[in-house]
C-alpha cells in the first residue's frame, strides 16, 4: 500500500524525517519539507504506476521455472520456448503509463484532499468559541398524542426539550507563576490558554476556508 512515507521518500530521497502516525517530523536542513498537496499528488502517481506495472508481476507468476523453460528448450527446441513465452506475454500485455490519466489521477487526489480539509475546518468552525460560551438550545419534540374534545380529533402532545445544554464562558484570563534561576516566584496575569488555542485553531480552519477552490466549496454545499 502507497502511503505517506513511500511518497516522501520518492519526493525527497535521502531526506531526514520522522513520521508518526500522521504527524511529520521534518529534520533535514537539506531538503524542503514537501507539502501536504505535493504529498497526496505524489501517493496518486506511485499508485498509478503500481497499478502499470501489475503486469510485470503477473508476467513474472506465469513464467514458467528456468528448469521447466531450459527443459523445454532442450526438447522442443529454442522456437518452441520463445513461442511459450511469447503467449504469456501476450496474454499479459505491457502497460505503459499515460499522461493525462496521471494528470486526471493526481487532481482528483488534490481535490479529495482539499475537500476533506475544508469538511473538518467547517466542523471546527461550527464548535462554540470558548470565550463566548454556548447558550442552551432547545426544541419542540412530539411525545404523544391526544383526543381533543373541542377539535373532536387527536392531536400531538409536544414536549421542550433541551437538545444542547448551556455552557458558560471560560475565565478570560488566568493567573501564572513563574520561577527564576533563584527560585523567586513570579504571578502574571495571561490569557487563558483555552481561549489561545481556541483562536489560534479558528484561525487556522478559517484561513483554509478562506483559501478552498470554489469548485470544492460546491461540492461540499451540494
Do not use: C
Not at 524542503?32 to 496518486?44: F, G, N
Not at 383526543?147 to 484570563?173: G, Q
Amino acid at each position: 500500500m502507497i502511503d505517506t512515507a513511500n511518497a516522501l521518500t520518492s519526493l525527497t530521497p535521502n531526506a531526514q524525517w520522522i513520521l508518526r502516525g500522521d504527524e511529520l517530523e521534518w529534520l533535514d536542513t537539506e531538503q524542503t519539507q514537501p507539502s501536504q498537496e505535493d504529498i497526496v499528488q505524489k501517493i496518486a502517481e506511485l499508485e498509478y504506476i503500481e497499478e502499470v506495472e501489475e503486469y510485470k508481476r503477473v508476467r513474472e507468476l506465469a513464467y514458467p521455472s528456468s528448469g521447466e523453460q531450459f527443459d523445454k528448450i532442450f526438447h522442443d527446441g529454442v522456437d518452441a520456448w520463445k513461442a511459450d513465452i511469447q503467449a504469456i506475454k501476450d496474454a499479459h500485455p505491457k502497460a505503459v503509463i499515460d499522461a493525462d490519466e496521471l494528470a486526471s489521477r493526481q487532481a482528483l487526489a488534490l481535490f479529495n484532499h482539499q475537500l476533506e480539509l475544508y469538511t473538518n475546518a467547517q466542523t471546527r468552525l461550527a464548535l462554540y468559541q470558548v470565550a463566548l460560551g454556548r447558550a442552551e438550545v432547545t426544541g419542540d419534540f412530539v411525545i404523544g398524542q391526544e383526543w381533543d374534545d373541542e377539535a373532536e380529533e387527536t392531536v400531538d402532545v409536544t414536549e421542550t426539550l433541551t437538545v444542547l445544554s448551556a455552557i458558560e464562558p471560560v475565565e478570560a484570563t488566568v493567573e501564572q507563576t513563574t520561577y527564576d534561576a533563584e527560585g523567586v516566584a513570579t504571578t502574571s496575569t495571561v490569557e487563558n490558554p483555552l481561549i489561545t488555542v481556541d483562536v489560534a485553531e479558528r484561525a487556522t480552519a478559517q484561513a483554509i476556508v478562506d483559501a478552498t477552490p470554489s469548485a470544492v466549496v460546491d461540492t461540499y454545499n451540494a
